[in-house]
């Protein structure tokens, strides 16, 4: 499988829409409200000075999407999606480790990339961690489901020093 990422246009709007409304998001908040997202699209929210957006494709099908976020910072997040029928085909992986290339190789001033997930995210916590992130927080309640249920969120990030290096280092648990 052939894997390639390009950048979202505003002529991708309706396939955006398409990609985020007619499938489940498990781990992820948010409206599935087409009007929404075309709207968010309409006002740059998808790409702007500090929000880049990928498709992740797969011999020529887009079947993930990459949400780069807070780009002027010294760390940005990203947000990443899978589509249902492409999940647990690597395809994770090999776009957490793309998208850390491209920031810290296109981003001089980036020290560090972080991300979020719910505890409950086995998978995307097991991607972070084969991605050399290491976990730095684990906030308790933090992250409500659809239904308003309070889930565990838990951060991970990577350091510039340590991809460059290809290790991994744990923040200081037991500095008290």
Do not use: C
């Amino acid at each position: 499988m052939r894997i390639e990422f390009a950048r979202f246009s505003l002529d991708d709007t309706d396939l955006l829409v398409d990609f985020l409304t007619r499938q489940e998001w498990p781990f992820h908040a948010g409206t599935q409200d087409p009007e929404v997202v075309r709207s968010r699209a309409a006002d740059g929210l998808y790409d702007n000075e500090e929000t880049r957006t990928f498709w992740v494709l797969a011999d020529g099908e887009r079947v993930g999407l990459i949400k780069l976020l807070d780009l002027a910072d010294e760390t940005p997040m990203f947000d990443l999606r899978i589509g249902q029928e492409w999940r647990g085909r690597g395809l994770g992986a090999k776009a957490v480790a793309w998208l850390t290339g491209y920031l810290f190789t296109e981003m001089p001033h980036i020290n560090r990339i972080e991300g979020n997930t719910r505890q409950d995210n086995h998978v995307m916590r097991a991607v972070f961690r084969k991605s050399g992130y290491a976990k730095e927080s684990h906030y308790r309640e933090a992250w409500p489901d659809r239904d308003g249920k309070l889930h565990d969120s838990v951060g991970y990030a990577i350091l510039r020093r340590d991809w460059l290096s290809g290790t991994v280092t744990p923040p200081d648990w037991h500095d008290d």
